[in-house]
């Protein structure tokens, strides 16, 4: 079974500029969570989405959205790019909503230079 | 709010040696515990968790407690290998479930 994937696997962008990021989730797996990882923050919570519906949003600014699509794929966007906003950002899919015994598996994120 | 605390690195050691890196949480009610891996280049691979508190996860070695009453969640490993070079996160999941919140990593480096 293939795993997550997320494209691309590398971006550089300019400030002001904008950026989508996409994410394939597992085969069956209806749920996508983002999480943007920083060498001064971490690890930090995005937004979880489930059948297409956001459930839980992280505390980021409003230029940081998402959405899913009725494959369970989603994509991310970040309008105005700061130079803050380089990261290392990861998907993660689980067959359910977020809960005790939902395993989360992970893509190998998309690495965001913003110049 | 929830939160997890892992002990700091990087962690140097030489083969075969004893691994402990710590990790304690803050949290309401009763969380899901996570010990997640990455390797370099890549994204996270869960390496073990436990549910409920007393539970041991174990995975490639690698051991950890679910520890309430001193709301810990330290993980152990006999003997590392250069292979198990990498940083390795803490997290918790809360009882109402959602969203994953870790902590800040620990670098381990293995030396032959």
């Known amino acids: 079974k293939a795993g997550v994937t997320q494209t691309p696997r590398y971006l550089i962008k300019t400030r002001g500029q904008q950026v989508t990021l996409s994410c394939s989730p597992i085969s069956g797996h209806r749920s996508v969570s983002w999480y943007q990882q920083t060498p001064g923050q971490g690890l930090q919570f995005l937004f979880e989405y489930f059948s297409e519906t956001q459930r839980n949003k992280g505390n980021f600014p409003g230029r940081f959205s998402g959405r899913q699509f009725s494959n369970s794929r989603s994509e991310m966007n970040v309008s105005t790019l700061e130079l803050g906003d380089s990261a290392l950002y990861l998907c993660?899919?689980?067959w359910g909503p977020g809960g005790s015994y939902n395993e989360q598996f992970f893509g190998p994120g998309t690495r965001l230079t913003v110049l | 709010g929830n939160s997890v605390t892992q002990m700091e690195g990087p962690v140097t050691l030489s083969e075969e040696a004893f691994l402990t890196i710590n990790c304690t949480y803050t949290a309401t009610g009763y969380p899901s515990l996570f010990w997640y891996v990455q390797y370099p280049g890549e994204g996270l691979q869960l390496l073990l968790k436990a549910t409920k508190a007393d539970d041991k996860g174990s995975n490639k070695g690698f051991e950890a407690t679910y520890r309430k009453e001193t709301t810990s969640f330290h993980l152990e490993k006999g003997s590392v290998q250069v292979s198990d070079s990498a940083v390795y996160f803490c997290?918790?999941?809360?009882?109402?479930?959602?969203?994953?919140?870790f902590g800040q990593g620990t670098e381990l480096s293995v030396k032959p």
């Open positions: 997290a918790l999941r809360g009882d109402q479930g959602g969203k994953l919140i």
């Open positions: 993660a899919s689980s």
